[in-house]
């Protein structure tokens, strides 16, 4: 047994012999399997630098020709020349790269110019409208075809790096350009054809075809991106033309020659705004970018606030018009003088046109004012008569020296202006009838009366005066009672026939200030003309 034991320990310490004189081919055999390693990726690393210097070649084909490719073939080589790209740019030692990455960067820039081409083209036609029997615009939904080619395209420019605002604005101008084919008369120009001066039934319509257009572009674009905050920048860019182009027609027929009548701009506002809350609705944001800020069209809620500015403004100019309406009637009633008869003067018809034209609208105007809490509709009727007033009397101051003239140029306004005050029969306008009726009327019938008491007592004035001899000494010729030529001459001005005829169409009606003021003048008058006196008088003067 000892013999045994013996014998394995020898064997073992010839093991371990064996093993340490191993151990260097061991670590030679290791060092070698590294050697190895690093050959395989050499290999590998030379054969990629291969490949990556000759991929703009290769994939040229492909990538100019992407119609005649599947897809999914397209779609690869494109990630391969981007990896290409990425690996050349970190290997600008070595000898070559620099111009086999500019080879490849041109390719890629080429690509993506032929990509987007192809997009827009796409786009341009991928949703086109028509009209119904009924005149009213209609987006025919694009086919599922197309908008799976428009988005293959677009994930094509999103992988190739394209610039993305660049991107945004090629979409919204082609897309601005079809929408301008069937809402614009003019397809070469920029005009939406909402012109103030059309009809309001025109303008509904218009208005009608912005809304149902933009409403059709938010879906258009929600198929095209699958990526709701792009998809919603690309609305943005599309809608915000529709929006600034309408916004440019208002202000073009804002500041035409032919201008608009006040009580247009107010049916206009009226319009918009009862399709305000469906314009709003079809801009609004998605939740997920209400939080955000941005400038200029990177902002969400840039639509919005277009569309909010547009009522604003033409609310704004409406006010405007409304209450800046008595001076344009003044320069546009022709003349700066009172008429020399005393008759109605053209600003108070055209003053009371226009309150028969704003009593007929009168809840379009309460809704324009109640955005001005200082201003009721009240309170602007109540001004504008108060207007009239003023201007009429201060067209009557211009007849100085001729009081009679002037009381009776008031009396004849005056008069008008209380008889042709209109009606507002809808009884939520009780508001306005009770001012115009209950308080203005007569309130402008007592100036008219005061006018009139004012004219009559002129009238008793001057007739005395007229019972009076010329201020000039008559001359009698020699040797008797007649009188000379020229005595006649001033008789005669002084009593004309048409003097006489129009006071014998005057009645008086105040009988005791006859008596008091002009009996003993007339008595005294008969008594140095009596009838003997009158037909010398007449001899004379004819």
């Known amino acids: 047994m000892r013999q045994v034991e013996a014998s394995l320990l020898g064997f073992q310490k010839g093991l ?14 290791e060092q070698l399997r590294g050697t190895q390693k690093n050959i395989d990726l050499s290999v590998l690393a030379l054969r990629q630098i291969n490949e990556n210097f000759v991929v703009a070649h290769e994939l040229a084909p492909v990538l100019l020709n992407g119609s005649k490719f599947d897809q999914d073939e397209y779609i690869k080589a494109l990630q391969k020349l981007l990896v290409a790209t990425a690996f050349l740019e970190g290997h600008r030692s070595y000898e070559g790269s620099v111009k086999a990455l500019d080879q490849a960067k041109e390719l890629l820039v080429q690509v993506r110019r032929k990509c987007l081409a192809d997009f827009v083209s796409i786009v341009s036609v991928l949703s086109r409208g028509e009209r119904e029997n009924d005149g009213a615009l209609k987006w025919v939904e694009p086919s599922k075809h197309d908008v799976a080619r428009a988005a293959q395209l677009l994930d094509c420019l999103l992988i190739s790096g394209v610039d993305q605002k ?6 919204g101008k082609q897309r601005f350009d079809a929408i301008r084919m069937f809402v614009g008369e003019d397809p070469s120009g920029g005009s939406m054809v ?5 009809p309001i039934t025109t303008l509904a319509k218009h208005l009608n075809d912005f809304q149902v257009t933009i409403e059709a572009e938010r879906m258009l674009a929600g198929l095209i991106y699958s990526n709701e905050e792009l998809a919603n920048a690309a609305f943005r860019y599309a809608a915000h033309q529709v929006l600034e182009s309408w916004k440019k027609d208002i202000d ?10 006040a009580v247009k701009l107010l049916l206009v506002h009226d319009l918009l705004l009862s399709r305000l809350k469906a314009l709003e609705s079809a801009v609004l944001p998605p939740l ?4 955000r ?9 840039i639509l919005s606030k277009a569309v909010n500015a547009i009522v604003t403004d033409l609310a704004e100019t409406a006010k405007q018009k409304l209450f800046n309406f008595q001076p344009g009637l003044v320069e546009a009633s022709g003349d700066r003088t009172v008429t020399r008869d005393g008759n109605v003067h053209p600003i108070s018809s055209h003053t009371l046109n226009f309150l028969r034209k704003v009593c007929e609208q009168a809840k379009p105007l309460k809704i324009l004012l109640a955005r001005d809490a200082a201003v009721s509709a009240v309170a602007f009727v109540d001004t504008a008569v108060t207007q009239l007033i003023g201007a009429l009397t201060a067209k009557a101051d211009q007849l100085k020296g001729r009081e009679s003239l002037k009381q009776l140029f008031l009396i004849n306004n005056f008069g008008y202006v209380a008889n042709s005050l209109p009606h507002c029969i809808q009884p939520e306008d009780a508001d306005l009838e009770k001012q115009l009726h209950s308080l203005i009327k007569p309130r402008v019938e007592m100036m008219r009366n005061d006018a009139l008491g004012a004219f009559i007592h002129l009238s008793y004035v001057s007739f005395k005066e007229n019972l009076n001899d010329p201020t000039e000494k008559l001359q009698y010729a020699k040797g008797g009672n007649v009188l000379t030529l020229e005595s006649g001459r001033l008789l005669k001005e002084k009593y004309s026939v048409s003097l006489v005829s129009s006071c014998s169409h005057w009645e008086l009606l105040n009988t005791a200030f006859v008596f008091r003021n002009l009996m003993n003048s007339w008595k005294n008058f008969t008594k140095r003309r009596g009838l003997t006196w009158w037909l010398k008088f007449l001899y004379v003067s004819t």
């Open 16 to 29: 371990l012999g064996v093993e340490r004189e191993m151990m260097p081919v061991y670590k030679l055999t």
């Open 166 to 171: 660049e991107l945004l604005r090629e979409y």
């Open 194 to 198: 909402f012109d103030l001066n059309t």
């Open 252 to 261: 073009v027929s804002l500041r035409s020659s032919k201008q608009l009548d």
């Open 288 to 291: 997920l970018l209400r939080d």
């Open 293 to 301: 800020e941005g400038k200029g069209l990177e902002d969400p809620w």
